[in-house]
């Protein structure tokens, strides 16, 4: 079945660090992959998105490139902030609007 | 566009009572909704899926007599946690997905149960 691997946590970065979140998948045709954010006490909001092969999403400075050929979507911001401290979760949708969720990294960035 | 609101945002009951929580598309129609439980420090494990009008779909494990879904409309679906006990206690999310081909969800703000 499907499944998403993703870099365990937590990361605890200085501000204006850069981030690096690893995320690998195992799936079979051609599934949307995503990256939530979840801030404390709180949902998951939808960060970004890319829908097919060499697709880029990004959103708030945060970037992730589906890459087919490795099976990866790694997220990545050039400068952290404080304010992006939160656990994200890579995931993926391979149709019927069923996803299937890593296991989420927590992120701390210290001022 | 695309919010999905819950209510009640957190809830704390007795060991043995009933507790619903509404999950609702506010700007747009969802004939699927997903139920999630997170626990602490952990994944969104997702409980069922809930058609509109017709009996929601179950995850392995999941038991359907005390977990209870109703999607009754196009925009809203209702999770009742029946006799409830302190192991209950968790994070409740739900998700609804706008058919726009990416299979893309857009998640509620969460519910928060704690069972005494």
């Known amino acids: 079945g499907d499944s998403v691997t993703q870099m365990e946590g937590p990361v605890t970065l200085s501000e204006e660090a850069f981030l690096t979140i690893n995320c690998t998948y195992t799936a079979t045709g051609y599934p949307s992959l995503f990256w939530y954010v979840q801030y404390p006490g709180e949902g998951l909001q939808l960060l970004l998105k890319a829908t097919k092969a060499d697709d880029k999403g990004s959103n708030k400075g945060f970037e992730a490139t589906y890459r087919k050929e490795t099976t990866s979507f790694h997220l990545e911001k050039g400068s952290v902030q404080v304010s992006d401290s939160a656990v994200y979760f890579c995931a993926l949708s391979g149709g019927y609007q069923k996803v299937t969720f890593g296991t989420g990294t927590k992120l701390q960035v210290i001022p | 566009g695309a919010v999905v609101s819950q209510h009640p945002s957190w809830v704390i009951c007795k060991s043995g009572t009933s507790v619903k929580i509404e999950c609702r598309s506010l700007?747009?129609?969802?004939?699927?909704m997903f139920w999630y439980r997170q626990f602490p420090k952990q994944s969104l494990m997702l409980m069922a899926t809930?058609?509109?009008?017709?009996?929601?779909?179950?995850e392995q494990g999941v038991e359907k007599d005390k977990f209870l879904i109703n999607h009754a409309s196009l925009t809203l679906s209702t999770l009742t946690v029946t006799s409830a006990h302190p192991e209950d206690s968790s994070f409740y999310i739900c998700?609804?997905?706008?058919?726009?081909?990416?299979?893309?969800?857009?998640f509620g703000p969460g519910t928060r149960l704690t069972v005494l």
């Open positions: 700007d747009f129609q969802a004939t699927t």
């Open positions: 998700s609804a997905g706008v058919r726009d081909g990416t299979d893309t969800q857009y």
């Open positions: 809930s058609n509109e009008g017709s009996k929601a779909t179950y």
